[in-house]
């Protein structure tokens, strides 16, 4: 499978997917010939109530809305809920001078480094970007 990564899916659309990772384009073997994985999330704090759907209404949200953006023609063969109540960061106001107020500290403490989500955003390219500039400023590479 060719295209994206992943989609993104704006809050004006009036969908409750958030947005889908398309896992078998970043990584072969995920998916039989002929068929793909793809893992989509709903909820978050624009639609706590996500979380309480049962299995079956959950799958039948996801691929009803997904399905003409992805141009799916057949049902899922296969799928997995997972729930977590509070699994993505909320960025309060002030978390700028929070962040500021802790690499202050960081510097201040000598060979303390910090990666996560909770930092510049819960977006695995933003976390994996982290990780590379902490790994690189611990260990520059030449």
Avoid at 42 to 56: N, Y
Avoid at 72 to 80: D, E, H, I, K, R
Avoid at 84 to 91: D, F, K
């Amino acid at each position: 499978m060719c295209g994206p990564a992943y989609g993104l899916v704006p809050r004006s659309s009036g969908l409750r997917v958030l947005g889908t990772v398309w896992n078998s384009s970043l990584f072969s073997g995920r998916a039989s010939e002929g068929y793909v994985l793809v893992t989509s999330f709903v909820g978050g704090t624009t639609d706590p109530g996500a979380v309480t759907l049962s299995h079956e209404a959950l799958v039948s949200l996801v691929h009803g809305e997904i399905r003409a953006l992805l141009q799916l023609a057949a049902a899922p063969v296969f799928s997995n809920i997972q729930t977590y109540r509070r699994a993505l960061p909320q960025y309060n106001l002030g978390h700028a001078a929070r962040l500021a107020a802790i690499e202050k500290l960081r510097l201040a403490t000598g060979n303390l480094y910090f990666v996560g989500n909770y930092l510049r955003g819960p977006a695995i390219g933003s976390c994996v970007e982290q990780a590379l500039a902490v790994a690189s400023a611990i260990h520059p590479v030449y």
